[in-house]
């Protein structure tokens, strides 16, 4: 097994494998003073903003936010949707 990634047709008409260090998305926050950028898998959103430690134990008090920009929304419909997503999901969604 390669592990390259598959090759993709850029505009150019060439091929070359997708970038894994470029983001996909750039979050808003990361404009935001002392933003540190995450890397890897997590690229595109702050990895923290100054003081993890602190930022960690705000959360707790429930004085911080979690950027979830990057999160897709998923619509589905019908009359059996709730029961479809409650027996795939770990949530309990039955009684939305």
């Not at 470029?22 to 923290?48: I, K, T, Y």
């Not at 709730?82 to 999901?89: E, F, G, K, M, P």
Request: glycine letters at 12%.
């Amino acid at each position: 097994m390669s592990d390259q990634l598959p090759a993709v047709q850029t505009p150019g008409g060439t091929t070359e494998p997708p970038s894994v260090t470029e983001p996909r998305h750039r979050s808003p926050l990361l404009d935001r003073r002392g933003a540190v950028p995450a890397g890897g898998a997590d690229a595109g959103v702050a990895w923290h903003y100054g003081d993890p430690v602190a930022e960690q134990r705000a959360l707790e008090r429930g004085g911080a936010v979690v950027d979830a920009s990057y999160v897709g929304v998923v619509r589905v419909a019908g009359p059996d949707r709730l029961s479809w997503l409650h027996s795939i999901t770990s949530q309990d969604v039955e009684h939305l």
